[in-house]
Every structure is written in C-alpha cells, then in structure tokens.
C-alpha cells in the first residue's frame, strides 16, 4: 500500500506494537508523532491519508490540536483509548475523529476500524459539501428576494415582473442572477 499514515502516540503510550499491526496490514509509510502540539505541523508536510490516534485519555489539547489538521486537511482520524466516559466521547467527535475504539486495538479489527473510519468519513464531507449546497441556495434567495423589493419599490412593479427583470439583466450579462442581484443590493447600500 502507498497511503501515508500519521501517527500520534503519547509517550505515556507509546508502543511498537501499533507499528507492527500497521506494517503487517500493509502500511509501510507511518510517521510518527509523540506530542499532540507537532500534529498541525506534521500534516503541514506530510501528505497523509489518514491520522491514526494512540493515546491512553484523549485531553482537550489533543482533540482542538486534531480539529485544527482537518479543518485545514480533511482527513479520517482513527482514534484508539484505553480509557473513555460519555463527556470525552462527545468532545471526540465534535473535533471530527471517524472512529473511536476503547481498551487499545486487535490486530484482526485494526484493518476494519480504518475501512469503517474511512466510509464514516467521506458520508461526513458529502453531508457537509450538501448543507454548503443548501446554505448557498438560501442565500442566494434571501439575495434574490431582497433584490426583488428593491426593484419592486424602483418600478412600482409586482414581484412576478421584478424577477423578470432582474432574471433578463442576468442573461442578457451572462451572469449568475444572485450576481446581479448582490450588484443590485450594493449599488443600492452605496447610494444610501
């Protein structure tokens, strides 16, 4: 395999055995990280596919230190414990792990858990880039409508024909129609 995988083992739980699982699964280009403050740095030059988290309790520190690498390069994040409670589970994924496995890590499941990770992933970033969509449409409408009355006010027109209006300008520029619409409510917000 030639994906690249980021490492971050605590000291406190630092240990060759994820090493071993990881190359006897087929991946050979790990590197490791012992402080969750060089993650960004780490992912800043190193072209990772995904991270994999080794830690004994994962700390704020770590988890703002993950969100701050996805944030700035998505990527699934499997993360392994040896100790957990409700609170920490919650803070673990709103700081955007894929997959959070208790009591350490088997051999046989290791390979799953990324595949799992992976899946879990990349239905997130769809989910995501859809409310983008939608908060994007929305916008654009709350634009549009807002353009609508000002030029319903300009023409003492109704809504239907200041559509038109604004719709024919957009054509006739070969623009979006949220395009003119902003130009619109700008060049209105500048003469105020």
Do not use: W
């Amino acid at each position: 395999m030639s994906e690249k995988v980021l490492l971050v083992q605590e000291k406190e739980n630092e240990s060759k055995d994820l090493l071993y699982v990881l190359s006897s699964i087929g991946y050979d280009d790990v590197r490791v990280v012992e402080s969750s403050h060089d993650i960004v740095r780490h992912a800043k030059d190193y072209d990772m596919d995904f991270m994999l988290v080794d830690v004994y309790r994962p700390g704020p520190d770590l988890l703002n230190m993950i969100a701050e690498t996805i944030q700035k390069r998505p990527v699934p994040v499997i993360m392994f414990v040896e100790e957990s409670s409700d609170d920490i589970i919650t803070d673990v994924i709103k700081s955007g792990v894929s997959a959070y496995v208790v009591d350490g890590y088997q051999r046989n499941r290791v390979r799953g858990v990324i595949s799992l990770a992976r899946v879990r992933f990349e239905e997130n970033q769809r989910l995501l880039g859809e409310l983008e969509e939608a908060k994007s449409a929305l916008n654009g409408r709350k634009l549009i409508d807002r353009a609508k009355g000002i030029v319903m006010k300009q023409k003492a027109c109704d809504e239907e024909t200041a559509y038109k209006l604004i719709r024919k300008m957009a054509m006739d520029k070969n623009v979006r129609i949220t395009d003119v619409a902003k130009q619109l409510i700008d060049l209105v917000d500048l003469m105020q």
